[in-house]
């Protein structure tokens, strides 16, 4: 088990910027390839973004592209994702999810064997 914890999700208005973070246990954390998937009512489960062990690959779906940016700072077992000029459409629950092979680029989610119980990101028009 890889308990994976998010946080920073909260009310904001359109074109604001926010900023989720995903903090995982301790050991060897770059051998995981990290994921921000999201959810929004009535929809399915989308992967937002992903990036690889070493961050050295990243993945956006095109709806965030230039908008939001993955990171990982793998001394404090941490993934982030900068999410700037938020739009009403990006409202959905956000969460972090982590597959156990961190040099391949993961985009479906059967291929995350770990996640985290979810951030409610809110954006009003």
């Known amino acids: 088990q890889v308990p994976l914890v998010e946080s920073g999700g909260r009310l904001v208005q359109a074109g604001d910027s926010l900023r989720l973070s995903c903090a995982a246990p301790?050991?060897?954390?770059?051998?995981?390839?990290m994921a921000w998937f999201r959810q929004a009512p009535g929809k399915e489960r989308e992967l937002a973004a992903a990036l690889t062990g070493t961050g050295t690959s990243t993945y956006y779906r095109d709806s965030v592209k230039g908008r939001f940016t993955i990171s990982r700072d793998n001394a404090k077992n941490t993934v982030y994702l900068q999410m700037n000029s938020l739009k009403p459409e990006d409202t959905a629950v956000y969460y972090c999810?982590?597959?156990?092979?961190?040099?391949?680029?993961?985009?479906?989610?059967?291929?995350?064997?770990?996640w985290g119980q979810g951030t409610q990101v809110t954006v009003s028009s």
């Open positions: 999810a982590a597959a156990p092979y961190g040099s391949t680029l993961y985009v479906t989610s059967h291929d995350y064997h770990y």
């Open positions: 301790g050991g060897t954390f770059t051998r995981y390839s």
